[in-house]
Structures are given as structure tokens and as C-alpha cells.
């Protein structure tokens, strides 16, 4: 069965992952921008990332018939530099028509403060000029609810933005049924240590249907998983759920969702 990782951070992974997630059916991902796992210092450092997402990555990625897309921003990490953040977020505009992106993202909260939630509704409000598709990321852990709540709080108040052009990612069971009541797309991150489990979000799908639902491996440089994807199809597939349903999730969701952006093929 074909599918797509719809949030995965290749540019952090070898050429052998890419031949891995090939050989798994993997036809498309798409590559949120992110945190280095250092600060970039200045925004030139950030044009070079994005000139990397947007040319190369696709490159590697087609060497194994796959399809790169990706979602260029300031990530939740940095925004603390308000002034960094805005000179970056001034360039993006420049890479928004290249062949790859999808929109905005993975933007959001990482410790809920003040200058995050600035940064986060700047990008907001950019999304909305451009009308560009949004990503974000929710916080990890004890900062999820608190976090998923203001995210929701501020998506309800930026009302330029259509609901279903929106995915909130890195869903649990405590903030997933908000997500979807209001009308967003929800994504549920495999991850080997915290996040979601592929039992977890099998229960998950269960729980809530398939509709607006999707799952993805977030592998990035640290402990991670790039094939996290196809261990979920197995997880449903010896539930006894059905190849439709499977597909459903992991190939028609993303293909639903990333479809609404005219440089989607
Ligand atoms: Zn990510």
C-alpha cells in the first residue's frame, strides 16, 4: 500500500532512510521547518535552510521516486528572539511560490510564553494574507493541554483562516477531540519515547473515525523513527481493520488536506 508522512524532518535523516521509507510504499512526505537542535544566528541562517528544503531536499528525496514537500517558518524554539523572528518571517513570502511548499508551519508554542504566542499569531496573520495552509506544532507534555488550549484560543480569533486548512499536529488523547470539535485537522506523531504510540493512535482511530485524521513519524535528529508509519498500518492491519480504512488515514487524509494547496500534485 502507497502512503504519506505527513510531518517528517529529512533533512536530519540519511539517503538510506529515504530508500527505507521507498521501500515501505512511501510516495510522498511533507518536511515542516524546525529546530536545529541550536539557534540560528540570523535570519541569512534561515534563508540557507529554506534554500535547502525547497532545492535540494527535493532532489534527494526524487532519487528514490519520492515527493518532497515542505512548510517554511521560525519555529516556536527561536521565537523568543521576537526581532529574529520577524526579519524571518518577512522573508518568507520570497520562497512561498517554489514548486514544494505546502504553507506555513510547523509554528506554535513550545513553553506557552508570551513572546511564542506573538511570533505564533504573526504567522497567523501572514497564512491569512497569502492565504497559505498552517501546520503547527502543540507542546510536548506537561505544556500540551495548557498549550493545545491557547493555540485553539488564538485560532479562533485570527477568523481570515478556513478551519479545515489548518492541521494541529502532535495530538494525544487529552487534546485530540477539541481539535477535531472545531473543525481542524489533527495529527497524531509515533514517536519511540513520548508523544503517541501506533497502539495508541489504532485506539485513537477507533475512538474518533478516520475523518481529519492522520499519522506521522515526526523523525527528526533525535531518538525517532522514519518508518513509524507503516508499524501503525500494521498495528490496524492485525486489528483486522480494513485496507480501505488504512488508506484512508495514511494516503486519502494527507492527499485531502495537502490538496487545497495549488502546488500539490
Ligand atoms: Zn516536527
Redo the contacts with the bound molecule.
Keep these: 500500500m502507497h502512503y504519506i508522512d505527513p ?1 517528517i ?1 529529512m533533512v536530519s535523516r540519511t539517503t538510506d532512510d529515504y530508500e527505507s521509507l521507498a521501500k515501505m510504499g512511501c510516495v510522498a512526505v511533507s518536511e ?1 521547518a ?1 529546530w536545529a537542535g541550536y539557534d540560528r544566528g540570523s535570519a541569512a541562517g534561515f534563508r540557507d535552510y529554506f534554500e535547502q528544503l525547497t532545492t535540494f531536499e527535493p532532489k534527494r528525496a526524487a532519487w528514490y521516486g519520492i515527493q518532497h514537500y515542505t512548510w517554511l517558518c521560525i519555529n516556536a524554539k527561536e521565537a523568543e528572539n521576537v526581532a529574529l523572528s520577524r526579519e524571518v518571517i518577512a522573508m518568507i513570502p520570497e520562497f512561498l511560490s517554489r514548486p514544494n511548499v505546502l504553507g506555513i508551519g ?1 509554528i506554535g508554542l513550545n513553553k506557552n510564553t508570551r513572546n511564542e504566542a506573538i511570533v505564533f499569531l504573526e504567522h497567523l496573520d501572514l497564512a491569512a494574507r497569502m492565504n497559505e495552509l498552517v501546520l503547527i ?1 502543540t507542546p510536548h507534555l506537561a505544556d500540551k493541554h495548557q498549550g493545545t488550549r491557547m493555540i485553539l484560543d488564538m485560532l479562533a480569533g485570527e477568523t481570515r483562516l478556513e478551519r479545515q486548512r489548518v492541521l494541529v ?1 502532535h495530538v494525544e488523547e487529552h487534546t485530540i477531540r477539541p481539535v477535531l470539535e472545531a473543525g481542524y485537522w489533527a495529527g497524531m506523531t509515533l514517536y519511540p519515547t513520548t508523544k503517541c504510540t501506533p497502539q495508541r493512535a489504532a485506539d485513537m482511530v477507533e475512538l474518533y473515525g478516520p475523518e481529519h485524521l492522520m499519522v506521522n513519524s ?1 523523525g ?1 535528529w533525535g531518538p525517532s523513527k522514519p518508518t513509524a508509519v507503516p508499524d501503525f498500518m500494521l498495528e490496524m492491519r492485525l486489528r483486522g481493520h480494513s485496507e480501505e480504512l488504512i488508506q484512508h488515514v495514511v494516503y486519502d487524509n494527507p492527499r485531502e488536506f495537502f490538496g487545497q494547496c495549488p502546488r500539490w500534485s
Excluded: K
Aim: aromatic fraction near 12%; charged fraction near 35%.
Design positions: 510531518h524532518h515542516p524546525f510547523e506544532h499536529d515526526a527528526d
